[in-house]
């Protein structure tokens, strides 16, 4: 069948689809839209939440517009001393935690992309028992403890931060975008394998670096777990352990809500519950800026993996 | 000075083919060895910090096996075998905890194993491209959320106090409901949360799966007059089932590993009936408790890892067996 024939075809049938067609294409545009809006308009209620006033928000008149617009809660919240400071750390772990991560990945997975390294199988064993066994949650934290940095920035930024999964990506990705002819080149040049990893391996793995830190960052940046397990000094806190502790108790810090007064409809009760939209707003702050650029890094980055399989 | 590093390269190239390749056996072990000695040292540092952060803790796990007491360390405390694995299978939680785990996750895995699939179809076959590209990037935000927020979000939502859908429910004649703290609620808030979070990220996958498929396939189909329907039954299902079946297996390895974050946040004095999993009670045993029982936590850390593994082994060599697409 040549093109031609096959373009006249598809004209053909474009303008008037089938009647199946076209109830395909209705209720698939009405699902889609459906899917949108569930995901969105949860999200855009507590934005217009975040800044009503409390009494809007007891007698229920916020639907998805500000409703006696006021940024009292905003100003409440960023009073609280601990969100700056857990934001501060929490950019701290996430960069200082990723740099490391990625550090680690790179230099793990070059050498296992070239086949003529002696002991390659032994290696790639060595690194993927750890996507099967693990010693799990005490032993994990009896080692943090025996390594002295229980209690220390230094447990949210080193531990546990190896991923044999993305060191086969990135493995992967060495072996298919360094062909062998480069290597052998440097080689007759009289470059060796440290030299070229640096000039030549690491500038050609950018895409998959680039994939690779928004990977970790986000990791490190929405987890809170490893926190609570080493750290126990609220000032080390990251961002979501602080969230962690406004959302999720009964009484709000008072240090926070000391500049709201229940007045005679609402009660301090409420008056949480109104702040703590405000607190998930803030929270979700960062990751909603980033996210139109991490968007089409993270899909990248999934093509990759998913590549490999 | 160029001119004779010019030359010696010159040279070398030419030299170059007759030299055994490296990949040749008639050079010795030793000899390519030293060769890739540039290699073991960069990868020196990824080894040793493995091992010291992966193996070690692996073997802290001997510590399921004897009556761990800090001060004698784990060499020294007394050797107790397989008792702590009993005292677990023959507690009055045991089976509570191992129902609660499997269930969720079970239900988790089938509630949420169409929707990737229907969105990715959906978001493929779409024409007008601003709907389709708002809905992609839509349903992939809550992904990005935290299990904190995400949690933070829904008791919001779900508060029998000012929650918007309590709200709703007073105003259609039913009483407020406790959501957050009814037992009876949780795996359906557990599951269909993270269906919310998910599904978007998870589609993304299939997606790209889609666009893998050769178009003549769809070409032909079109030409024999096969509707959408037809073409999304016949072809699109069918290529891209090795990528749900990748999925499929990724999920029951993971079965008993309920991710510790969303639940543990979920979790509250009322609901603990169906919310203790296995993570969250290795963590109440022992991290968390006043008289913390760290041998008793790891024995049940022990057996939830080997549990993963050998479902994993099992459904990959069922899957080989059956439709020849398996994990390794």
New interface residues.
């Given amino acids: 069948m040549s093109t031609a024939t096959l373009k006249s075809v598809k004209k053909k049938n474009a303008p008037k689809p089938s009647g199946s067609d076209l109830s395909f294409h209705i209720i698939n545009t009405v699902m889609l839209v459906f899917a949108g809006l569930i995901v969105l308009l949860p999200m855009l209620y507590a934005v217009a939440c975040s800044f009503s006033s409390t009494e809007a928000i007891i007698q229920n008149r916020v639907i998805l517009w500000p409703v006696e617009f006021t940024l009292e809660s905003y100003k409440a919240v960023l009073d609280y001393s601990l969100i700056v400071s857990g934001f501060l750390n929490s950019l701290l772990y996430a960069s200082a935690g990723t740099l490391f991560a990625v550090c680690l990945l790179l230099l793990g997975a070059y050498p296992m992309s070239r086949p003529d390294m002696p002991g390659r199988k032994f290696f790639l064993v060595f690194f993927m028992v750890t996507m099967f066994f693990n010693g799990g949650m005490i032993p994990n934290y009896m080692l943090v403890n025996d390594l002295g940095i229980m209690n220390t920035r230094w447990s949210l930024i080193i531990a546990f931060s190896f991923s044999c999964y993305n060191m086969v990506i990135v493995k992967s990705y060495f072996s298919s975008s360094l062909p062998q002819g480069i290597l052998d080149a440097a080689h007759i040049d009289g470059c060796n394998d440290l030299r070229f990893f640096f000039t030549m391996a690491i500038p050609l793995a950018k895409p998959v670096i680039a994939v690779m830190v928004l990977f970790n960052m986000v990791g490190i940046w929405n987890s809170y777990m490893n926190a609570m397990l080493y750290t126990s000094d609220p000032a080390m806190y990251p961002l979501q352990m602080v969230l962690r502790d406004i959302l999720f108790v009964a009484q709000m810090p008072p240090e926070m809500s000391a500049s709201l007064d229940p007045s005679k409809t609402a009660s301090l009760t409420d008056i949480y519950q109104q702040l703590r939209y405000a607190v998930l707003v803030v929270g979700a702050l960062p990751m909603m800026v980033a996210y139109p650029f991490v968007q089409k890094f993270f899909i990248k980055g999934m093509m990759i993996g998913s590549l490999k399989e | 000075m160029a001119a004779i590093s010019q030359s010696l390269?010159k040279r070398?190239?030419r030299r170059?083919p007759q030299k055994p390749s490296?990949?040749q056996p008639s050079s010795s072990?030793w000899v390519?060895?030293k060769?890739?000695k540039?290699?073991?040292?960069?990868?020196l540092?990824?080894?040793v910090?493995?091992f010291?952060?992966?193996y070690?803790?692996?073997?802290?796990?001997i510590?399921a096996f004897k009556r761990f007491t800090p001060s004698l360390g784990?060499m020294g405390s007394e050797w107790i075998g397989l008792y702590n694995f009993q005292r677990f299978f023959s507690s009055p939680q045991c089976l509570n905890i191992l129902w609660n785990t499997i269930r969720i996750s079970l239900y988790s895995m089938i509630a949420s194993f169409p929707f990737p699939i229907?969105?990715a179809l959906?978001?493929n076959?779409?024409?007008?491209s601003p709907?389709?590209r708002?809905?992609q990037?839509?349903?992939?935000?809550?992904y990005?959320?935290?299990?904190?927020?995400l949690?933070?979000?829904m008791?919001?939502?779900l508060?029998v106090?000012?929650g918007?859908v309590n709200?709703f429910l007073s105003?259609i004649g039913v009483t407020p409901i406790d959501f957050m703290g009814n037992p009876r609620a949780f795996d359906h808030i557990y599951v269909w949360s993270g269906i919310?979070q998910g599904?978007?990220y998870s589609a993304?996958?299939y997606i790209?799966?889609l666009a893998g498929i050769d178009p003549t396939y769809h070409?032909a189909a079109?030409?024999d007059?096969a509707?959408?329907?037809q073409r999304i039954w016949r072809i699109d299902l069918v290529l891209i089932r090795p990528?749900i079946v990748?999925l499929l297996i990724l999920g029951v390895g993971s079965i008993l590993n309920i991710g510790?974050?969303k639940i543990y946040?979920m979790q509250n004095s009322l609901n603990m009936s169906t919310s203790s999993v296995i993570?969250t009670y290795?963590?109440s045993v022992?991290?968390k408790a006043s008289r913390p029982d760290?041998s008793f936590?790891?024995a049940i850390?022990?057996f939830?890892?080997l549990v993963?593994?050998t479902l994993?082994l099992l459904i990959n060599g069922i899957s080989n067996k059956i439709s020849g697409e398996g994990?390794f």
């Avoid at chain 2, 070690?56 to 796990?61: A, N, S």
Wanted: proline fraction near 3%.
């Fill in positions: 390269s070398k190239a170059a490296k990949l072990l390519r060895v060769k890739a540039y290699l073991y040292l960069l990868l540092i990824p080894v910090y493995v010291i952060f992966n070690v803790p692996m073997y802290g796990v510590m784990i229907i969105l959906g978001i076959y779409c024409r007008w709907l389709k708002s809905v990037s839509i349903t992939f935000m809550p990005f959320l935290s299990a904190v927020l949690v933070g979000l008791s919001q939502l508060s106090r000012n918007v709200h105003a919310w599904t978007g993304i996958i790209s799966a070409e079109m030409i007059g509707s959408i329907w990528t990748l510790f974050e946040l993570s290795v963590y022992s991290l760290y936590g790891t850390g022990l939830q890892n993963g593994v994993t994990l």
